[in-house]
Structure formats: C-alpha cells, structure tokens
C-alpha cells in the first residue's frame, strides 16, 4: 500500500506541474491575443480598400491586365499554407492543412499541378515527414507577424506569377489561412488571390453602362503599381488573421488542459486518500491482531 501512495503523490504532483505550465500558456495568449485582435481591425479595413480600388480600375477600364485576365488555360497553381511555428494549439495548424489538402485534391482533378509555399514549421515539418517538396517556406514569428515578411512572400509570388508556367511559374494563386472569427471560433478559410475576381462596380443589368473614368497616369500604369501592394497587403492580413486564430486556438487548448489537470488531481487525491485509509486500517488491524496474540500468550 506504501509502494501505491507513493505512486499516487508522483502523479498527483505531475499533474500540478503540468497544470502550472498549461497555465502559465493560457494567461501568455489571453495578454497577446488583444493586441492581434486590434492589429487585425487596423489591417481588415485597408486590405479592403486596396482590393476595391483594384476592382474598380479594372472594371471602369477597357484594358487587360495580368491582375485580372483570367489565363485560357491554368496549368499550375500555387497553394499558400499559414501555419504555426508552435504546438499546443488545438486543431489550429491541423485544420488549415486538412483544408489545403482538400484544395489540393480539387487543383488536381482539374488537371493543375500544385506548387506549395509554406509558412511557419508545422506546415513544413507536415510536408517534411511525408517527403513533399514545396517551392519556399518562411518560419519565425508567426504568432507576431511583421510586415517585412509579408513583403518577401508577396514578392516570391509575385515574381512566380509573371512567368510562363513553362518556366516554373504559376498562374493562379490560392492562400490558405484560419480565420479568427471570435475567441471560440476560427474559420479554415481558401481565398484565390491571383487572378483577382472583380466583383466591385458591376452592373447589375447586363444592358446598363458603366460610368466613364479618367485615370492619370493610365489605367495599366495604376494597376502595375497597385499589383505589389495589394497582394503584400492580402498576405499581411491573413498572417494576422492566422496569428489571432493561433492565440485563441492556444488559449482554449491551454484552459481545457489545465481543466484536465484540475480533474486528474481531484481524482488521484481521491486514490490517494483512499490508499492512505486503506493502508491506516491495515495497520490498525495487525495491531490489534498482534495485542490479541500477546494476550491469548499470557494466558
């Protein structure tokens, strides 16, 4: 029975252990996750804007511009993952690799080769172990994203977009990132980011006509400029997207493992109490057996 109590205070400070370090994890992401959450505020409403400025160019122009001519015939297509560099976080990184696999699936029965580019190390260590190759991986800081990252990535897109995919380039590109809808919900979302679906400014009726615009400088030279700088500004909002979705996915796994560790606790502090009863009246029992012998022997 002593072997068995020790066996149980082990566990039951095990637990407490593991509950100070599930903790600990869960207050770090309640602190970060309000400053993600305003960082995505401030960044939603421009990605925004940019898309539509975009938009409006291109349906108030007669011209056709690499942004928004659909190609006649899409033989690759690139597939950006947001992952995250860290664990203990739920389903986060799981979910949006399940949701890329699926594109995947889609890409491929359309009859397009699929070309990765990954970001942050649970994306990469998931292609790693099944020996896929991937174009280019980013990993660091994905719970804090920077800007200057976005920028290299939208530039390594960018240029992979206006090659021939003859020459290894793409042409279309989907990103694929969580996003943080509330604190208990993070959405797994795919958004084709080139060519650009215009969807601002048009007609309603087929037989209506479109207002007439002036562009100064030109309409191709407003595109070629707005091109990098909305696609650094996409990218920069799902990495703060993803990064808010891995904050709150990590607070809720952190709060259900401490939970847990509160109930592995109560439940082996029950064993123990009942082996330590167990072993008082195992004792109480030889000594009362033991008094009766000395007894029966004086007798």
């Given at each position: 029975?002593?072997?068995?109590?020790?066996?149980?205070?082990?566990?039951?400070?095990?637990?407490?252990?593991?509950?100070?370090?599930?903790?600990?994890?869960?207050?770090?992401?309640?602190?970060?996750?309000?400053?993600?959450?305003?960082?995505?505020?401030?960044?939603?409403?421009?990605?925004?804007?940019?898309?539509?400025?975009?938009?409006?160019?291109?349906?108030?122009?007669?011209?056709?511009?690499?942004?928004?001519?659909?190609?006649?015939?899409?033989?690759?297509?690139?597939?950006?993952?947001?992952?995250?560099?860290?664990?203990?976080?739920?389903?986060?990184?799981?979910?949006?690799?399940?949701?890329?696999?699926?594109?995947?699936?889609?890409?491929?029965?359309?009859?397009?080769?699929?070309?990765?580019?990954?970001?942050?190390?649970?994306?990469?260590?998931?292609?790693?172990?099944?020996?896929?190759?991937?174009?280019?991986?980013?990993?660091?800081?994905?719970?804090?994203?920077?800007?200057?990252?976005?920028?290299?990535?939208?530039?390594?897109?960018?240029?992979?977009?206006?090659?021939?995919?003859?020459?290894?380039?793409?042409?279309?590109?989907?990103?694929?990132?969580?996003?943080?809808?509330?604190?208990?919900?993070?959405?797994?979302?795919?958004?084709?980011?080139?060519?650009?679906?215009?969807v601002e400014g048009e007609a309603t009726d087929?037989?209506?006509?479109?207002?007439?615009?002036?562009?100064?400088?030109?309409?191709?030279?407003?595109?070629?400029?707005?091109?990098?700088?909305?696609?650094?500004?996409?990218?920069?909002?799902?990495?703060?997207?993803?990064?808010?979705?891995?904050?709150?996915?990590?607070?809720?796994?952190?709060?259900?493992?401490?939970?847990?560790?509160?109930?592995?606790?109560?439940?082996?502090?029950?064993?123990?109490?009942?082996?330590?009863?167990?072993?008082?009246?195992?004792?109480?029992?030889?000594?009362?057996?033991?008094?009766?012998?000395?007894?029966?022997?004086?007798?």
């Amino acid at each position: 029975m002593g072997a068995q109590l020790r066996v149980y205070r082990q566990k039951i400070k095990s637990a407490q252990t593991t509950k100070k370090i599930t903790r600990a994890m869960e207050l770090i992401s309640a602190s970060r996750i309000q400053k993600a959450q305003a960082r995505v505020a401030a960044s939603t409403p421009y990605s925004r804007a940019i898309t539509r400025a975009v938009s409006a160019v291109a349906t108030y122009s007669n011209i056709e511009h690499v942004l928004t001519t659909e190609p006649e015939v899409i033989n690759r297509a690139a597939v950006v993952i947001f992952a995250s560099d860290r664990g203990l976080a739920g389903a986060f990184s799981s979910q949006v690799l399940r949701e890329a696999e699926q594109l995947t699936e889609l890409l491929r029965s359309q009859g397009k080769d699929v070309v990765y580019y990954l970001v942050g190390r649970k994306a990469l260590a998931y292609f790693s172990f099944r020996r896929r190759v991937s174009e280019r991986s980013w990993t660091g800081a994905t719970d804090q994203p920077q800007f200057d990252t976005a920028q290299e990535i939208g530039e390594a897109l960018l240029e992979a977009f206006l090659r021939e995919s003859d020459d290894g380039g793409v042409d279309e590109i989907h990103v694929v990132y969580n996003r943080f809808v509330s604190m208990v919900t993070q959405v797994p979302e795919v958004v084709r980011l080139l060519p650009l679906e215009v969807v601002e400014g048009e007609a309603t009726d087929a037989a209506s006509v479109l207002p007439l615009y002036e562009f100064e400088p030109e309409a191709e030279t407003v595109l070629d400029a707005l091109l990098p700088v909305y696609i650094e500004s996409r990218i920069f909002n799902a990495m703060l997207q993803s990064a808010a979705s891995e904050h709150a996915s990590r607070q809720k796994a952190m709060k259900s493992a401490s939970d847990n560790a509160d109930k592995l606790i109560k439940d082996f502090t029950r064993l123990s109490n009942n082996a330590r009863q167990t072993e008082i009246t195992q004792q109480i029992s030889e000594i009362v057996g033991g008094a009766d012998a000395l007894s029966s022997a004086k007798n």
